[in-house]
C-alpha cells in the first residue's frame, strides 16, 4: 500500500491497483499549497470545509472501486460540533492493512470511535491544533489508537498551512520514534516498523 501526502490533509492511497483520495483542497484554500490536479478511482471528503472538500480537483476514472472505506461519525471541536460541525473518520482497509484519516478531529476519541481505530496499521492526524486537536491532544489520541504508523498532517511548516494552527515540530518534539522521508510517499506493509513517520511536502 502507498500512501501519498499533497500537503494539508490531502492523501492518495494506492492499493491493489485502485487508487482513493481523502480530503482534497480547493486552489488557494491552504497558504503554501499548489493547485491539486489529481487522479483517482474514488474520493472521500471528511466534511464540508473548501480545504477539505474540493472534489472537483480530482478526476475520476469511473471504474468500480472494490476497496472498502468504512465511516465513523465524529466532531469538528470538542463541543459536540458547535463551533465547527461534524466531521467524518474515514478507515480503508485492504492488503490486510488498515488505515485511518481523521479528517478535522477536534476531540479524544472514546467508545465505539476509538474501538472502531484502535490497532490501524496507519493513523493520519491532524496535529495543528486552533481548527482541529493540538499537539498534545493529538500524541494523546495517538497512544489511545496505538496505531503502528502516524502521519501527522494540517500542520504548518515553513511558508505552508494556516498562520494560526502549531508547527510540526510541536508535536514531534512528543514523539522518540520519529522518521523523516525525502519524499511525499510511504510505502506501507505488515512489516514497516512502528514510527512517527514525516513525510515532505512535494518530494
Not at 474514488?42 to 469511473?62: F, I, K, M, P, W
Request: a negative charge; aromatic letters at 6%.
Amino acid at each position: 500500500m502507498k500512501i501519498i501526502w499533497h500537503g494539508h490533509s490531502c492523501f492518495t492511497v494506492e492499493t491493489g491497483g485502485y487508487s482513493v483520495v481523502f480530503d482534497p483542497y480547493a486552489d488557494g484554500s491552504v497558504p503554501g499549497c499548489r493547485p491539486l490536479h489529481l487522479t483517482a478511482d474514488a474520493v472521500y471528503c471528511s466534511h464540508e470545509h473548501q480545504d477539505h472538500n474540493a472534489r472537483q480537483t480530482v478526476t475520476l476514472s469511473g471504474r468500480d472501486c472494490p476497496v472498502q472505506v468504512e465511516t465513523i461519525a465524529a466532531y469538528h471541536d470538542d463541543r459536540l460540533g458547535l463551533l465547527r460541525g461534524k466531521n467524518t473518520i474515514h478507515i480503508l482497509s485492504a492488503e490486510g492493512l488498515r488505515l485511518v484519516h481523521l479528517g478535522d478531529l477536534g476531540h479524544r476519541l472514546k467508545g465505539k470511535a476509538l474501538d472502531a481505530v484502535k490497532g490501524a496499521d496507519a493513523l493520519l492526524i491532524p496535529v495543528g491544533g486552533y481548527y482541529t486537536i493540538d499537539a498534545p491532544t493529538a500524541k494523546a489520541v495517538a497512544d489511545t489508537v496505538g496505531a503502528r504508523v502516524v502521519i501527522p498532517m494540517h500542520y504548518r511548516l515553513g511558508g505552508m498551512g494556516f498562520d494560526v494552527i502549531g508547527t510540526l515540530d510541536a508535536f514531534t518534539a512528543l514523539c522518540d520514534d520519529v522518521k523523516h522521508y525525502e519524499g511525499n510517499t510511504l510505502a506501507l506493509g505488515a512489516d514497516t516498523p512502528a514510527q512517527t513517520a514525516v513525510l515532505t511536502y512535494g518530494g
